[in-house]
């Protein structure tokens, strides 16, 4: 079956540093999106991208977040800047369709910010 | 108000027995709702989902089922299996149109003794 995969598994970045989480979502869906886990927390929504462009974000993905799909089959998270609250489990996910039908998530990034 | 709650940080059943994991919703616009099971160091596995034109939708040995009136949804899995320990999420796009993202419960952990 195929599936959304990420990478790294563990990312470990100094504050201040910038950082690029990948994913590769399931190649014939067309919405793709970030969510993000803090320890402990409920898993949150960071973005959605579809068409090349951005769809939707959360007031958590400021200006230090981007998104970027360079090619057919990559689709990435950039944090400019990281910071200590940016510790967290990145989830990329991705869906055929929109309007919140099943989104097919990643196995995730672990991020810590030393 | 988009929120929607699991109130049961965990459960804990023994195999074979029936597991009843709950959800509340506060918007009684939410019209759609799914289900997702995570295992640790793994991203959220979509499990089944239900419409509010429905009241029940059964998947095998998973059930969930919707209870508008009372904002309220549960999943039942009968019988249950040591394989289904778990955290279990609730999850609902916002009734608000266009939007992609998915909101979040906190998670029920599931714990199946055999």
């Known amino acids: 079956e195929p599936e959304v995969t990420q990478t790294p598994s563990h990312q470990v970045t100094q504050m201040g540093q910038e950082v690029i989480l990948r994913c590769v979502p399931i190649?014939?869906?067309?919405?793709f999106y970030w969510y993000r886990q803090i320890l402990g927390q409920k898993v949150e929504f960071l973005v959605s991208?579809?068409?090349?462009?951005?769809?939707?974000k959360s007031e958590i993905f400021d200006d230090q977040f981007s998104v970027e799909r360079p090619d057919g089959s990559n689709f990435t998270l950039k944090i400019r800047s990281t910071k200590l609250e940016d510790s967290a489990m990145y989830f990329c996910?991705?869906?055929?369709?929109?309007?919140?039908?099943?989104?097919?998530f990643g196995d995730g990034t672990r991020l810590s910010i030393l | 108000d988009q929120q929607v709650k699991q109130n049961s940080p965990s459960l804990s059943v023994q195999e074979g027995r029936i597991s009843i994991l709950n959800c509340d919703y506060t918007?009684?616009?939410?019209?759609?709702f799914l289900w997702y099971k995570k295992y640790p160091a793994e991203g959220p596995t979509f499990l089944i989902s239900?419409?509010?034109?429905?009241d029940k939708n059964e998947d095998g040995r998973f059930t969930v089922f919707l209870n508008k009136s009372a904002k309220h949804l549960s999943l039942h899995i009968v019988p249950s299996q040591p394989g289904d320990s778990a955290v279990y999420f609730c999850?609902?796009?916002?009734?608000?149109?266009?939007?992609?993202?998915?909101?979040f419960g906190k998670g029920t952990k599931l714990t199946v003794n055999p």
């Open positions: 190649s014939n869906h067309l919405y």
């Open positions: 239900i419409s509010s034109i429905k």
């Open positions: 991208f579809y068409n090349n462009e951005i769809s939707e």
């Open positions: 918007n009684s616009m939410f019209d759609y």
């Open positions: 996910a991705s869906s055929r369709t929109g309007g919140g039908q099943p989104q097919h």
């Open positions: 999850a609902a796009p916002p009734p608000e149109g266009g939007s992609e993202k998915l909101v």
